[in-house]
């Protein structure tokens, strides 16, 4: 199974502040690969599919980059609704596999 | 609006079994497959497998073949997961999500698995 390393698993930060998740692979996943954002009643959004594209009705200060091994997520300017978990996801091979998740919490 | 709608909160004793469903709105039901996934404080999110809503095919990851098993009422729009000879490594909040690069989720169920 391709494993998915995510990376810092809390992440404190401000309102306003730009922040980046990263995501890595333990092989090529071919730019398969998703972001969720989880809330804490468990909700789960999905924000970014296919590495970049940003899910209708998403704002536009979230977008996802990367190639290969390495992905990330990055969040311009962050709200006060953004404070959340967030997940990626590699659907590149059978089975789906997750990353183990950042907390971003409010500095 | 696309939504998946699961069924209520589960308590069960170790040995038994629970069945959990997934109700669809706002798409044909048939156009997109079912995929469950797991989640605990422990392991994360995990994959379970899917389910063809069409023809009733089935895959499963392998940590899960044996433990899981899905189905689908077309009539009713609805998946279905059972989880039979529950241990409490079972107790988790299990996911339905459309497999169509998972976009809509459903609220999540919690099974506790507790004598």
């Known amino acids: 199974d391709i494993q998915l390393t995510q990376s810092p698993s809390t992440l404190p930060a401000s309102l306003g502040e730009r922040v980046t998740i990263s995501c890595r692979a333990s092989?090529?996943?071919?730019?398969?690969l998703n972001w969720y954002q989880q809330k804490p009643d468990g909700t789960v959004k999905r924000l970014i599919y296919?590495?970049?594209t940003l899910e209708s009705g998403v704002p536009s200060r979230f977008s996802g980059s990367g190639s290969g091994t390495d992905y990330s997520l990055s969040i311009s300017s962050l709200e006060s609704e953004d404070f959340a978990m967030y997940y990626c996801?590699?659907?590149?091979?059978?089975?789906?596999?997750f990353g183990g998740g950042t907390k971003l919490e409010l500095k | 609006q696309v939504q998946l709608q699961q069924s209520g909160a589960e308590l069960a004793k170790p040995g038994s079994s629970v069945k959990i469903s997934c109700k669809a709105s706002?798409?044909?039901?048939?156009?997109?497959?079912i995929s469950w996934i797991k989640q605990t404080t422990g392991q994360g999110l995990e994959y379970i497998g899917y389910i063809n809503t069409g023809s009733g095919g089935t895959y499963y990851n392998e940590k899960f073949k044996g433990k899981a098993t899905l189905t689908v009422d077309k009539s009713s729009s609805t998946a279905f997961m059972q989880l039979s000879s529950l241990t409490p490594e079972d107790t988790a909040v299990y996911y339905c999500?459309?497999?169509?690069?998972?976009?809509?989720w459903g609220q999540g169920v919690m099974v506790t698995v507790s004598s």
């Open positions: 296919s590495t970049s």
């Open positions: 092989q090529s996943i071919s730019n398969s």
């Open positions: 996801l590699q659907y590149a091979t059978y089975p789906q596999t």
């Open positions: 706002g798409y044909t039901f048939t156009s997109y497959d």
């Open positions: 999500a459309r497999r169509s690069l998972f976009d809509y």
